[in-house]
C-alpha cells in the first residue's frame, strides 16, 4: 500500500512539472523542486518499510540486534538491507 502511494504520488508531482503546475520551492528551479519533493517521497517510503522491517523482523536477526542495541546502523539501513537496496542520492 505505502509503495504503491508513493508511486502514484510521484507520478501527479512529474505530471504538474510537466504541465508547469508545479508550486516551486523559495530559492529553487522546477527541476530543484521537483527533485526534493521526490526525494521526500522516497524517504518516507524507506523510513516506513525501515518501521515495518523493526517490527516484523524475528528478535535473533543480526542486523536488527546491531541497530537495537546501538552498535551500528540506523533504522534506514535496516530497510536497505532487507530491500536490497543501496544509498539512494549523494
Known amino acids: 500500500e505505502n509503495l504503491r502511494k508513493g508511486r502514484e504520488d510521484v507520478a501527479e508531482k512529474i505530471r504538474e512539472f510537466r504541465k ?6 523559495p530559492g529553487m528551479s522546477a527541476e530543484e523542486t521537483l527533485e526534493a519533493l521526490v526525494k521526500s517521497i522516497l524517504d518516507e517510503i524507506r523510513n516506513t518499510a525501515g518501521r515495518t522491517c523493526k517490527r516484523t523482523l524475528k528478535r535473533l536477526n543480526k542486523p536488527l540486534i546491531m541497530f537495537l542495541c546501538g552498535s551500528k546502523g540506523q533504522i534506514i539501513n535496516i530497510g536497505q538491507m532487507v530491500a536490497c537496496v543501496g544509498q539512494q542520492n549523494v
Request: hydrophobic share 50%.
Open 20 to 25: 508547469g503546475l508545479l508550486p516551486l520551492k
